[in-house]
């Protein structure tokens, strides 16, 4: 057998536990969409565009209808609880699937591969396309854009202006700023929290360990988005760190421990218990162990970790949205948005912002991409 | 003397009992053996002993001390694991110091362990190197010698050689015997393989189903069983069994018939067994010896030594 009834007959039925846990991440994924709509359409025109998330905030803090806002959030819970119960329900069984090895392309027919190299790049360009078309339009003059021409050869390289522009015209090197710190401490915070918990809850066995476990992850699917009303709530009344820098970090290690906790702790329960009792046989109390044993040896899952959560809070656009209010607090995502109504039609400028703020997480993930790589893949290649 | 006593010892896992109210008395110096069938509790045994586990019953005492609530890092024993449970980032030296260091003990006091953990273990040339760059062997000694340098009162091990291939396997055996020898520590040794069970003990404990079936020194219990599980379980080939009747015993010697209409006279050790008992005849392999061929029948006659004949069990 091979090539698609391969794929159909074999490989297919074989990804089922896994393709159906990415159906429902996904589908949760789509039921929170926000950041789109909110920046692009505006839920417009005539609320065409409009979903849950988005006109749950709309109505909440566009209306100040806080209480059809808060309904519109449990009806939201209650679509995710479904969710929850059914990947739950899905991720019990631990179907061991193995290693498969892909036929190497280089034995295909030389027509064959044509087609597959052909076919990588069209994917390529297609998906590279909006960060070429602000490339693009980030080096080009005014002049061009109101001249229309958008996907032409620009008539004037004024890249050098333009960048500069960003920076002495705009709160742009404040908000890269806030962005670094926001960023970096709740990566650090969610990144020790996670160890921690991963640790403790792989490695212990306490009352209800497997209830907080399920917490963990079922908090994952609960959509961020109808936790803003309480959040910013807290944020104002019970710690005052509204719109302040700190407001992001607090929720930001909070929403991503969750998620951090579970890949630690199915990290840490994969390390070899025998490690750990031999350390305790020799008498080596349980932080020196976390310290010593733990630590080094989770490093690449660490990494993997720390791309993931900086890229995450990096991109993140709906907390600076709900969190904070002024310059001086914004990161760079929603100081973007800002701009974008202060810049009105200066679109070159956009862009050389937006592809700044997109320089970061860009940078992190070369930097660390072989430990992103080893910590994604690690348990599949013990040797 | 005693050194070790487990009294009346009992573990449970949930609602299962899998080590059954053992009572064991260890001397000072010995090599035991715990050897038995894979899921006859020997392994939970030891990690009973080492305080891994905590026991669900029973009394652990190790020289005058009763260390049944003591932590693990207090009772003086040292672990050596099937899989080596080496630290992989760490050298081999640190590997070795790792609970010193943690423990801080002295600076000096370290090298000088170390130092004498790794000339008796010939691990010199390795001492810089990561566990991944060592074999198997070498592997097998750095844990050994991570046990020497706690200087502990009993050594356990858990099936430390059930990783190495034949060859090394032999090698080892007697590296740990001559450890055994030159450092006169207790040990306890998991093994599920005979023969490293009667080549290394002093005593041999066999397990089987969370009870002990028998205690003695390897001759001893090859030669005079207690039972039938521990005749078959050790010997390779495997010892011979017939079941049959007792016919008559006259004198302590009693007759047996044979599945092949045969009869066999032979003495009993215990009293008893009489006329009419179902019994097991259990002979080793080696022990058949082919005999003079009998006039009168013309047939070959088997004669018999050092046979068994054991009460069903």
Not at chain 1, 258 to 269: D, E
Not at chain 2, 135 to 158: M, Y
Not at chain 2, 240 to 257: H, M, R, S, Y
């Amino acid at each position: 057998m091979k090539g698609f009834k391969l794929l159909w007959h074999i490989v297919l039925p074989q990804l089922r536990p896994a393709t159906s846990i990415a159906m429902i991440v996904s589908v949760v994924g789509a039921l929170r969409s926000f950041d789109l709509v909110s920046v692009m359409t505006d839920g417009g025109p005539y609320q065409s565009s409009t979903v849950l998330a988005y006109y749950m905030y709309d109505q909440t803090f566009g209306a100040f209808r806080i209480g059809y806002g808060a309904a519109i959030a449990s009806c939201l819970f209650f679509l995710m609880d479904i969710c929850i119960v059914i990947f739950l329900i899905r991720s019990l069984p631990r179907g061991g699937a193995e290693a498969m090895f892909p036929i190497p392309i280089e034995t295909a027919s030389p027509a064959r591969r044509r087609v597959f190299y052909a076919t990588v790049w069209i994917c390529l360009f297609v998906w590279l396309l909006p960060i070429i078309a602000i490339a693009i339009t980030s080096i080009r003059s005014v002049q061009d854009l109101n001249a229309g021409n958008y996907w032409g050869w620009p008539t004037e390289f004024s890249a050098v202006a333009n960048y500069t522009r960003v920076f002495t015209s705009s709160p742009m090197l404040r908000f890269l700023f806030n962005s670094m710190v926001i960023t970096l401490v709740s990566c650090v915070g969610a990144l020790a929290l996670s160890a921690m918990a991963g640790f403790a809850l792989s490695r212990y066995r306490f009352r209800g360990s497997t209830l907080l476990l399920a917490l963990f992850i079922a908090g994952n699917f609960v959509p961020f988005q109808m936790l803003m009303i309480p959040v910013r709530d807290i944020a104002i009344h019970v710690i005052p760190v509204y719109d302040t820098i700190w407001a992001l970090v607090i929720f930001h290690i909070a929403f991503q421990t969750g998620f951090c906790t579970l890949f630690m702790r199915n990290f840490i329960a994969e390390l070899p218990g025998e490690l750990i009792e031999a350390a305790r046989v020799e008498g080596v109390s349980e932080i020196q162990i976390f310290f010593h044993v733990i630590l080094p040896l989770v490093r690449p899952a660490l990494a993997a970790l720390f791309v993931l959560v900086f890229t995450f809070v990096w991109n993140d656009y709906f907390w600076s949205l709900v969190l904070v209010q002024s310059d001086s607090a914004r990161p760079v995502t929603a100081g973007l948005q800002a701009l974008r109504e202060t810049w009105t039609n200066t679109w070159h400028l956009i862009s050389a912002g937006s592809l700044l703020a997109a320089v970061p997480p860009v940078l992190v993930f070369f930097l660390m991409q072989r430990q992103f790589i080893a910590g994604l893949t690690f348990g599949a290649t013990k040797g | 003397m005693t050194y070790v006593s487990l009294e009346n010892i009992a573990k449970d896992f949930g609602t299962t009992r899998v080590i059954k109210g053992i009572d064991l008395s260890i001397e000072q110096g010995e090599f035991v053996v715990f050897v038995g069938p894979s899921g006859c509790g020997k392994s939970t045994l030891l990690r009973l002993i080492a305080g891994l586990e905590q026991m669900s019953e029973g009394r652990l005492v190790i020289d005058g001390r009763d260390m049944t609530a003591v932590d693990s890092a207090n009772r003086g024993v040292a672990m050596v694991f099937q899989s080596y449970a080496l630290y992989p980032h760490m050298t081999v030296a640190d590997n070795i110091t790792f609970g010193m260091r943690m423990n801080r003990v002295d600076k000096a006091i370290i090298a000088e362990r170390l130092e004498r953990a790794a000339t008796m273990l010939h691990l010199q040339p390795y001492l810089d190197r990561k566990p991944a760059h060592l074999s198997g062997g070498q592997r097998q000694r750095v844990a050994i010698g991570r046990a020497i340098v706690r200087d502990p009162s009993v050594f356990l091990f858990d099936e430390p050689l059930s990783n190495l291939d034949a060859a090394l396997r032999h090698e080892m055996r007697v590296e740990i015997l001559k450890l055994h020898k030159s450092l006169g520590s207790t040990m306890i040794y998991v093994t599920h393989d005979q023969v490293e069970a009667m080549t290394m003990a002093d005593k041999i404990v066999v397990l089987n189903g969370g009870h002990i079936e028998q205690v003695g020194s390897p001759l001893d219990l090859y030669l005079k069983p207690a039972n039938r599980f521990v005749a078959e379980f050790l010997g390779s080939p495997k010892i011979n069994c017939f079941e049959t009747v007792v016919q008559a015993v006259d004198k302590g010697v009693a007759i047996l018939p044979l599945p092949g209409g045969a009869t066999v006279s032979l003495p009993l050790d215990s009293a008893d067994i009489s006329k009419g008992d179902a019994v097991t005849l259990a002979i080793r392999p080696e022990h058949f010896v082919v005999g003079e061929t009998e006039p009168q029948k013309s047939k070959r006659r088997w004669s018999w030594w050092s046979t068994l004949v054991l009460k069903p069990c």
